[in-house]
């Protein structure tokens, strides 16, 4: 069974920087697509980030603006959203999400979900 770990969120003042990790286990992933998705309180989950675990190929929504990087290190089964100059609209529950096959920025088509790390930014 595929299982998704994040960790690295936390409260950090308004300018600051943030990298989360997505530890996965439990399967193949040279195939898989993995996405980071945030949910603020009251608002539907937004896609951040999302990319391929073998190959190229990323994707970025909206709110990044820019201020986002994912990366991945295939020896150590992790993916990577590093977000800089953190805004108070960023605060969230970051959540990454694996599925088989290409890049979508639904979360709907991902099959596998981490537990979320909670991100507070103050101003």
């Known amino acids: 069974q595929v299982q998704l770990v994040e960790s690295g969120g936390g409260l950090v003042q308004a300018g600051g920087s943030l990298r989360l990790s997505c530890v996965a286990a439990g399967g193949t992933f040279s195939s898989y697509a993995v996405g980071w998705f945030r949910q603020a309180p009251g608002k539907e989950r937004d896609v951040v980030a999302a990319i391929r675990w073998a190959g190229v190929g990323t994707y970025f929504g909206d709110s990044g603006e820019g201020r986002i990087t994912i990366s991945r290190d295939n020896a150590k089964n992790t993916v990577y959203l590093q977000i800089n100059s953190l805004k108070p609209e960023d605060t969230a529950v970051y959540y990454c999400?694996?599925?088989?096959?290409?890049?979508?920025?639904?979360?709907?088509?991902?099959?596998?979900w981490g537990q979320g790390t909670q991100v507070t930014v103050s101003s």
């Open positions: 999400a694996a599925r088989p096959g290409s890049i979508s920025r639904s979360g709907d088509d991902y099959n596998y």
